[in-house]
């Protein structure tokens, strides 16, 4: 079991080398510049555009957990809503934060906040869990991922229980993540079958995975076809997660016959988010194209037929 398990952490350490790298932040300072030209200096960046409007009610208790240290955690989520009054079921998304595991990286994170304010500014509800993560993510790795797919679980429970009362369409739900949360999504549907068994859970339309997968002697259960239909993002110079794994995932989906699409952000890296513009289309096309109106809800209906891109 041992051996398993470590050659699980090297295996991974292949796949997303820079995981376990050290920070900025840690490396010893440099020493002086040495006398010479001075370079001309760059040119400013262009002013980040703000993030749209949007309702967001933050900080929502789901659930209390042990973490790795024995301490009792809360978890919280973030819900994302339209400016405009909502009362029917919208799409939801359910969108979860990367950071390889570590701690420092929460619900928050800065292109998490970006996405869900986009398309709840555009008509859906998104929700933004945070998950236990650890220090040392690599001694038992399947041990970090099993703890935040447990966690995951606990976040999909309570979209059953509260899908009234934040107008959540539980008949069209999407789930993602970047990179550790495109992992941790991607292992959830391994096991979702199982899960299933023993848990009220809701099905999902599709998968939105951004630059986040591995190998997948490295999951938690195999693929299977009874994966939703997937949209996977990734920039092809990443140097995190190479793009090349999540073309073998995709190539390995398509064979099981499961529908799936995959969008390369040319010359982009690991959370190439200045491709905004082309990461929000191609998230919200596949919302769109798989998204299955309750027909008997004419109120439902109409409220998606006003939004613009739903008709793409």
């Given amino acids: 079991m041992k051996l398993k398990l470590l050659l699980l952490a090297a295996a991974f350490g292949l796949a997303c080398p820079t ?35 949007c309702n967001v009610v933050s ?4 659930a209390k957990v042990v973490n790795v240290k024995g301490e009792t955690e ?9 400016l405009e009054k909502v009362s029917t079921p919208r799409p939801t998304v359910v969108l979860i934060h990367g950071g390889g595991f570590h701690p420092g990286n929460d619900k928050t994170q800065r292109y998490i906040v970006t996405l869900c304010r986009e398309l709840a ?32 679980v606990q976040v999909l429970e309570w ?12 008949n069209n739900l999407y789930i993602g993540g970047g990179s550790a949360g495109g ?38 259960a195999p693929l299977h076809a009874d994966f939703p239909p997937c949209c996977f993002i990734h920039g092809t110079e990443d140097r995190t997660i190479a793009y090349s794994v999540s073309v073998g995932i995709e190539k390995r989906l398509r064979e099981l016959n ?8 040319e010359g982009g890296g690991h959370t190439p988010m200045r491709a905004k513009k082309e990461i929000v289309n191609w998230m919200e096309k596949m ?26």
């Fill in 74 to 82: 809360t978890l919280k989520l973030d819900v994302y809503s339209p």
């Fill in 183 to 220: 992992v941790l999504s991607l292992n959830l549907l391994t096991v979702y079958p199982e899960l299933c068994k023993t848990h009220k859970l809701p099905e999902f339309r599709a998968f939105l995975c951004l630059w986040g997968t591995m190998v997948e002697e490295n999951l938690l």
């Fill in 258 to 265: 499961v529908d799936t699409e995959i969008h390369p952000v």
């Fill in 121 to 152: 500014s555009k008509g859906c509800i998104c929700i933004s869990p945070d998950y236990r993560v650890r220090a040392n993510t690599r001694y038992p790795f399947e041990g970090t991922i099993q703890d935040a797919v447990d966690d995951g």
């Fill in 287 to 312: 919302i769109a194209r798989t998204y299955v109106p309750n027909t008997e809800d004419k109120a439902a209906c109409q409220e998606m037929k006003d939004l613009f891109w739903m008709q793409k």
């Fill in 19 to 53: 995981f376990s790298q050290t920070s900025d932040s840690q490396r010893a300072p440099r020493g002086p510049r040495a006398e010479g030209p001075q370079r001309a200096p760059r040119a400013p960046r262009a002013p980040q555009e703000p993030d749209a409007a």
């Fill in 159 to 170: 979209v059953v229980e509260h899908a009234a009362e934040y107008h959540i369409d539980l």
């Fill in 59 to 62: 900080d929502i208790e789901f």
